[in-house]
């Protein structure tokens, strides 16, 4: 068990909506990652919060978007879906911002667009 | 920009067989870290190991063993006598320092099937 708590596990809905997928960080992590798995892309950084801070950016579409609160726990928001953002979404946290900090990941969750 | 590449998509061995996973990196900073994950069926990733640019020591952890070489930008993974619980893709990570951000990078990750 990493420590890392994504809800839900599984999210299954249709083209054009909205869904949210929830991150609680390991205790005494102030650093939060979202990940997308899929086959085409493999694992592709998204963005980086650190204590309630964006901290970089990677390849997330302007569809999606993130926040983290002041509790220390994060949301990613995906909007109009489209059939391509079927992947699993992974969450990672860290202590901090530095780069040799492993960062430790949940158990994902399955975005299914049908 | 940051790359890594494993060159392995599959591998498949017996048990108690010893197999090596390739990991070769691209980076220009002079200050970077390697990682190490496993991704077994269930799906999560687990961490499996960091290494810092300026340890070139070679790691081991019981059956698990890893070999750095800055010379040939690689950081290889190998299982000695291979079980059945350790089929599970190995994805080789790579993050840099400097900035504020500390994303990794992933390679596109070895698919490793142990069979009895």
């Known amino acids: 068990d990493s420590g890392v708590t994504q809800t839900p596990k599984h999210l299954i809905t249709a083209t054009g909506q909205r869904v949210t997928l929830r991150c609680s960080p390991r205790?005494?992590?102030?650093?939060v990652y979202w990940y997308q798995q899929s086959l085409d892309q493999g694992l592709q950084f998204l963005i980086q919060y650190y204590n309630g801070e964006e901290r970089a950016k990677g390849n997330i579409l302007e569809r999606f978007s993130a926040q983290q609160f002041p509790d220390l726990h994060s949301e990613l928001n995906l909007s109009s879906l489209e059939l391509g953002d079927s992947a699993l979404y992974f969450c990672a946290s860290s202590l901090g911002t530095v780069s040799n900090q492993p960062q430790h990941f949940g158990d994902g969750t399955r975005l299914s667009i049908l | 920009a940051q790359k890594v590449t494993q060159a392995q998509t599959e591998i498949s061995v017996v048990e108690k067989e010893d197999v090596t996973l390739d990991c070769v990196y691209e980076?220009?900073?002079?200050?970077?870290?390697l990682f190490w994950y496993k991704q077994p069926p269930s799906g999560e990733l687990v961490f499996l190991i960091r290494?810092?640019?300026?340890?070139?020591q070679n790691e081991i952890s019981g059956r698990y063993s890893w070999n750095f070489q800055k010379s040939t930008s690689s950081f290889n993974f190998t299982i000695t006598a291979s079980q059945v619980v350790d089929s599970a893709v190995y994805f080789c990570a790579l993050s840099v320092a400097g900035g504020t951000a500390s994303k990794l990078t992933f390679g596109t990750g070895t698919r490793l099937q142990v069979t009895l």
């Open positions: 290494r810092n640019s300026f340890d070139e």
């Open positions: 205790s005494g992590d102030l650093s």
């Open positions: 980076t220009r900073d002079t200050t970077y870290y």
